[in-house]
């Protein structure tokens, strides 16, 4: 089994900017580097334990609620809690497939067969 396969999702590469609010009001800028339907990748110079709660906020989208599921070499793997759409994804999809450079929204359901 392949490491794509083991996570069960299609990840889009994309490059956002974002900003991490911990639970104690710290800030730090982050780079929003790929999506998927549960999770985000991101790569900060923050350092953040595991299991850690966190708000990200995206420019154009808004606030998630996400939790630190991996983190490694300036990278934390981020579990979607809550946000105003927890399929992020769709705004990836946008661009085709190209690396999306901002947030773009399309008509109907991307992710409707």
Do not use: H
């Not at 083991?6 to 900003?19: A, E, N, Q, S």
């Not at 900060?44 to 299991?51: E, F, H, P």
């Amino acid at each position: 089994m392949t490491d794509q396969d083991k996570r069960g999702d299609d990840r889009l590469p994309v490059l956002w900017t974002g900003k991490l609010t911990t639970d104690d009001d710290r800030e730090f800028e982050c780079k929003v580097r790929d999506i998927s339907l549960a999770g985000t990748l991101i790569s900060t110079n923050a350092v953040i334990d595991m299991g850690e709660r966190l708000l990200l906020e995206i420019e154009e989208l808004g606030e998630f609620a996400v939790e630190v599921k991996w983190s490694g070499s300036e990278q934390l793997g981020l579990l979607i809690l809550a946000g105003p759409d927890l399929e992020l994804k769709k705004f990836a999809e946008g661009s085709g497939g190209e690396t999306s450079k901002k947030p773009v929204a399309i008509e109907g359901d991307p992710l409707a067969s």
